[in-house]
């Protein structure tokens, strides 16, 4: 099982990218996962159904399965720590590639994500580990490769190339610290 990482601030690309990414790894005969981040509350349970009802009665977990699928829902407590990338890895089946959506400031190698009429900073210069840039501008001066954000063959060359073992990354995420955020900002 080997990790590599799509960074970029929202409205960048990635899931789109995802979308074209995913199947062009599945015709090259590999199984794939991901793994999303997100900065803000979600749900994936429905109100008036039962399992939503459990967690709502203080189920800490809910599994719900059926034929064709399953979800697990695992609340976090008032004030708890976010799970960090580690914990969050060794809870996947095993594949043969995780893609990392998010988790920008984690050091696993990455593939930054960069659309101009986003407006948004680049990010390879802000990131730890930016192994290749995918972007619709060119980037002079980068220090990475950079490819089209269109050009998905190249973008899953990049990401075969350069993923990482997952017990490597596990190890290397153990004597990490948490990192902090990093912002769209500018820093001085």
């Known amino acids: 099982m080997r990790v590599i990482g799509l960074a970029g601030w929202s409205g960048a690309g990635k899931t ?29 349970d429905q109100p008036g159904k039962d399992s939503h009802a459990h967690r709502e ?55 930054a994500i960069h ?8 990010l390879h210069d802000r990131a730890p580990n930016v192994r290749a840039i995918a972007s619709d501008v060119p980037v002079p001066g980068a220090g990475v490769p950079v490819v089209a ?11 075969l190339r350069e993923a990482m073992a997952r017990d490597a990354l596990l190890a290397l995420l153990a004597r990490s610290p948490v990192p902090a955020r990093l912002s769209a900002r500018a820093t001085a």
Do not use: M
Request: proline share 8%; glycine share 6%.
């Open 16 to 44: 789109t990218l995802l979308r074209k990414l995913i199947p062009a790894l599945g015709a090259r005969g590999l199984s794939v996962s991901t793994l999303k981040h997100a900065h803000h509350a979600f749900d994936i």
């Open 57 to 111: 009665a203080g189920a800490r977990e809910v599994l719900i399965a059926s034929a064709r699928r399953f979800a697990l829902v695992h609340e976090i407590p008032e004030g708890a720590e976010e799970p960090p990338l580690g914990a969050l890895l060794e809870r996947l089946s095993p594949v043969d590639l995780v893609i990392v959506e998010g988790f920008k400031a984690y050091p696993h190698p990455k593939i």
């Open 115 to 122: 659309r101009e009429a986003n407006g948004k900073p680049h």
């Open 149 to 159: 954000l269109d050009d998905v063959e190249a973008i899953a060359e990049i990401a």
